[in-house]
């Protein structure tokens, strides 16, 4: 029987899967490049950035080891912080 999900939660899940997909994509790092180096199939890393799943706590780190960002949980809600900031290509 699938359980009941509240707003608050529905939200927390799309917050999470749009921070990972912008992590994702500053990072340079494509959906194939994600799913083999997590261990994900392409799916998985999409529904991920949908909010339509929940990640481990094991592939979200190593999720946010290869986008090179910090995952911060704080009373505001979630908050991506990159290791390195995303340089702008001008060319």
């Not at 917050?15 to 990072?27: E, S």
């Amino acid at each position: 029987m699938p359980r009941a999900t509240s707003r608050t939660e529905l939200a927390y899940d799309d917050q999470l899967g749009r921070g990972l997909r912008r992590a994702r994509l500053a990072a340079g790092v494509g959906f194939r490049e994600a799913a083999k180096l997590a261990g994900l199939d392409i799916s998985s890393v999409w529904r991920l950035e949908q909010g339509k799943i929940n990640p481990r706590l094991s592939t979200l780190l190593v999720l946010m080891k290869l986008y090179k960002a910090n995952l911060n949980v704080g009373s505001d809600g979630l908050m991506l912080q990159w290791l390195e900031e995303p340089s702008e290509d001008s060319g």
